[in-house]
């Protein structure tokens, strides 16, 4: 993930204060400059919170950027995730499971919803899709008898995928 993915990623709770110090890594290496993007890339694991959370912001500050809300948060969040799997670097379940739980849900999207859960931002077939295949798969081993249906269910969740992903852009941009 890159440096806003990362600093999205921290916004909805999934990276923690000791970790901070990785988004400043990775905005030296999308060659950001600023002197606290400096001081927080070697920031000690163990530094006090609120000194790493500082120099986030003043690195922010500095770049002339700003800490996305969580609602944006999320969906930058969870469009990186969604690249990594249309990529074929994140697997499609365990990334989907990821987008769902810790970055769609990290904001109430629900209390947006119009007709379906998750409709307000485009995500409500790839969940309905998801909860089928989650659904399916929860006896251990899944029936054979279901096997077909749950290979069908993946194709289409990638392809729904593909789909929310320029819904997503949209809505990211």
């Known amino acids: 993930m890159d440096f806003k ?15 901070l110090s990785e988004i400043g890594i990775a905005g030296l290496n999308e060659n950001l400059d600023s002197p606290s993007l400096y001081i927080l890339a070697g920031l000690d694991k163990a530094e006090n919170s609120f000194v ?3 120099y986030l912001n003043l690195t922010l500050e500095e770049l002339g950027m700003q800490m996305p809300d969580k609602r944006q948060a999320a969906l930058i969040y969870a469009l990186a995730i969604t ?15 990821e ?25 409500e077939k790839v969940y309905g899709l998801y909860d089928d295949y989650d659904n399916l ?14 290979n069908q269910i993946k194709v289409q969740l990638f392809d729904e995928l593909k789909i929310w992903k320029e819904r997503l852009e949209i809505l990211v941009n």
């Open 5 to 19: 993915q990362l600093i999205a990623k921290y916004v909805t709770g999934n990276i923690p204060s000791d970790k």
């Open 52 to 54: 790493a959370e500082r």
């Open 83 to 97: 690249n990594e799997i249309i990529d074929g670097t994140k697997d499609l379940i365990s990334g989907i499971r």
């Open 99 to 123: 987008i769902k739980a810790q970055a769609v849900d990290s904001y109430n999207f629900w209390s947006e919803n119009s007709n379906y859960v998750y409709d307000s931002i485009g995500f």
């Open 137 to 150: 798969t929860d006896i251990t081993p899944p029936l054979k008898r279901d096997q077909e249906y749950i």
